[in-house]
């Protein structure tokens, strides 16, 4: 059950991050919420964690507008949870009196069950000898074309690649494509990559001189009610890291940047190591390898929509400032000051 948790609260505090308001869960649902809750008794610490991410956002019997209610995707994806409880757990029902949303404080978890695909190993392949542009095409018809990566994508959805210059000194990488990636088929175009943008200008760069891609090509699935778009995102597996690593390691080939930045925790794993470190606070602002490269870890673009403090800015400012003097960008005093109200 440990693998099953997390999704649908970091869902809220993205829908959180974009000014949502409302959701709606039934009381089938938290009924279900409580019954796993019981049953994970040493979770308590994810569990409130969780809870306070819900009652953050006041539950609506009418559900977000722009969502449709939150109960039709709850319940469908806590089912595969619930039935995989050990026996000795006893079933609860939902009691009439149930409160449509969890009180604040109540030791409930939105939690999202899904089995990660079973995934064959990569395949190696060689990118022709050509120009930088001759071999990028090559690669996207490549990745386009597999059956593996294809098979991963939902119906109307997009696989993605990395876009930019093939010239960029600079690799920003993140770990998976989120529900606007997968929608346009580009990388970092959601609130988060809105933000990716704006630090990037702050540096003195245009997006369009930096390459930016994710570890994965394709966004990890999550069950969904038949109808319904996915909610929230689920953290990349180690196999299906493995299995587009080198995808990423071709792009660097082409690209052959001066730094890459690894944008959070998944894709420091999924470039240093799965396991490499325990807290992302090990490996943050120092400098590390990846194929041939430097690499610097920072957090990911969304941690600041969640921490907007100029505490967390500045953290991120100063990893950053490392990779300006790494690449030969001049830092004017401005630059070095950014963010050093810390409030």
Known sequence: MDAILEALSSELRRLKAAGVKTVA????????????????????????????????????PAGSPSRGPMSAVVAPLLAPAVASMPPSVPPR????????????????????????????????????????????????ERIFADPVCRQQVRPGKKLVVGTGSLDAKLFFCGEAPGAEEEAQGEPFVGPAGQLLTRMIQAMGVRREDVYIGNIMNWRPDLPTAEGQ??????????????????????????????????????????????????????????????????????????YILRNGSNRSKRAIWE?????????????????????????
């Open 25 to 60: 869960i039934s009381p089938e649902s938290l009924a279900a919420l409580r019954q796993l809750a019981e049953a994970a008794p040493r979770r308590d610490s994810r569990v409130a964690s969780a809870a306070g991410a819900v009652s953050a956002i006041a539950a609506d």
């Open 93 to 140: 029902t939902a009691s009439p009196a149930a409160p449509a949303s969890p009180r604040r404080g109540e030791p409930a978890e939105l939690v999202a069950a899904t089995a990660a695909p079973k995934l064959p190993p990569p395949q190696p392949f060689s990118i022709p000898a050509g120009a930088k542009a001759e071999r990028m095409t090559a690669l996207r």
């Open 229 to 302: 778009e996915q909610m929230g995102n689920r953290p990349p597996t180690t196999e299906e890291l493995q299995y587009c690593l080198p995808f990423l390691r071709a792009q660097l080939e082409i690209v052959a940047p001066d730094v890459i930045v690894a944008l959070g925790s998944t894709a420091a794993q999924g470039l240093l190591g799965v396991g490499s470190f325990k807290a992302l606070g090990e490996v943050r602002g120092r400098w590390s390898e990846f194929a041939g490269k430097p690499v610097m870890v920072t957090y990911h673009p969304s």
């Open 319 to 343: 990893d950053l400032l490392l990779v300006m003097e790494r690449v030969g960008l001049a830092i004017s005093e401005r630059q070095r000051g950014f963010f050093l109200d810390r409030t």
